[in-house]
């Protein structure tokens, strides 16, 4: 067990510290490690865990990391996998907070996000695609797919988008029988955060509408400033975006305020993982309720993509970006390059344009 323990340990701590780019790139790289490079899920255990990861309030990609690590390494792993998942992120983010409070400004990072960004795209197309394969296997999960789509672009919000795929399938299935000098006390950082962790779907901007709320306007801990601060360098760093509370936590009560704040908005994660995970290959083998979460995982993907379309209009915007992209492409698909090195690869040469050319 401990060599399956230090693999699930040192492949998150990886995907920690290189996954730029949000919960739909985490996925995907993800799938590259452990569906296709270990085969330690099939693809479609691997779909049938983001259809359930969806259906829990919390980070989707962490959730997916505490997952993985349940399946392969049992209750050792789903621990190993979540912390260590989160453990590189945090860590940026408190020395980037760190920084921000002493010097006043946020570092820049924007110039590395920016030649991530095209590489992420193809790593999480190539995921659709060989997803896509084991998602949509019948003419009416694929028109359940493009219906999702059309939901999501037409603003439905996805849990909703989610309910809806889900009941097509079981429809299907009957019908075919187929900085502050603010003091604010460590344990009201930490239940503000543990109810984030327990109520939050959607992404990080859904995070920053959630955050504002409180945290501007009903307690004035922070600015609006300082908020969007906290929010960008959760979405500019590696890892999951939700240690912005990490930033927060930092700026509001030091190292032992981002400690706390990230505890408390990850905590439920693993616990809805440790409740839902024994229940979904059950959910595999009966066939209504497989039948609806075919329909989910159908309705994912399609979420999926539509988070990529979005991203792809704002990452490929110039001559640089588009031959980041080209690159990629032919780095991922023409010579099966590993999609973890491309992207570190990406975010090397971002680092390397500024300091040598800003």
């Known amino acids: 067990m401990r060599p399956v323990l230090a693999e699930i340990a040192l492949l998150f701590l990886k995907l920690g510290t290189i996954g730029f780019g949000g919960p739909a790139a985490h996925i995907a790289l993800m799938e590259a490690e452990v569906v296709r490079r270990r085969g330690w899920l099939s693809h479609e255990e691997f779909l049938d865990l983001v259809g359930a990861t969806n259906f829990i309030p919390g980070p989707n990609s962490t959730e997916m990391a505490i997952h993985v690590g349940y399946r392969k390494g049992g209750w050792p792993g789903l621990l190993l996998a979540g912390v260590c998942f989160i453990l590189p992120a945090a860590v940026i983010v408190t020395l980037i907070a760190w920084a921000y409070v002493r010097y006043g400004s946020v570092p820049e990072l924007g110039v590395i996000l920016r030649s991530v960004k095209p590489v992420i795209i193809i790593v999480v197309v190539q995921a659709m695609w060989a997803l896509g394969k084991t998602a ?33 399938g079981a429809l299907a299935s009957r019908v075919h029988q187929t900085p502050t000098t603010l003091s604010v006390e460590l344990v009201s950082i930490f239940l503000f955060f543990l109810k984030v962790g327990s109520v939050l779907f959607g992404s990080g901007y859904v995070l920053l509408a959630f955050l504002r709320a409180d945290l501007v306007e009903r307690w004035h801990w922070l600015s609006a400033g300082q908020l969007l601060d906290a929010v960008t360098v959760g979405q500019v760093t590696p890892g999951p975006v939700f240690t912005t509370a990490t930033f927060v936590g930092y700026v509001l009560a030091g190292f032992p305020g981002a400690a706390v704040a990230t505890i408390g908005i990850f905590l439920p994660a693993f616990v809805f993982v440790a409740l839902s995970g024994s229940l979904v290959p059950r959910i595999r083998k009966a066939p209504v309720s497989a039948a609806v979460l075919d329909g989910v995982n159908a309705g ?21 970006t588009a031959l980041l992209a080209i690159a990629a492409i032919v780095g991922i698909f023409v010579f099966r390059l590993n999609s973890v090195w491309m992207v570190a690869g990406a975010a090397f040469a971002g680092a390397a344009a500024y300091f040598f050319f800003s």
């Not at 988070?307 to 704002?314: D, E, I, N, P």
């Open 136 to 168: 949509i296997k019948t003419p009416l999960l694929a028109a359940i797919a493009v219906c999702s789509i059309i939901l999501s672009a037409a603003g439905f919000h996805e849990l909703i988008v989610l309910l809806i795929a889900g009941g097509g």
């Open 300 to 320: 994912s993907l399609a979420l999926m993509a539509v988070v990529t379309a979005q991203l792809a209009r704002t990452a490929v915007v110039d001559l640089p």
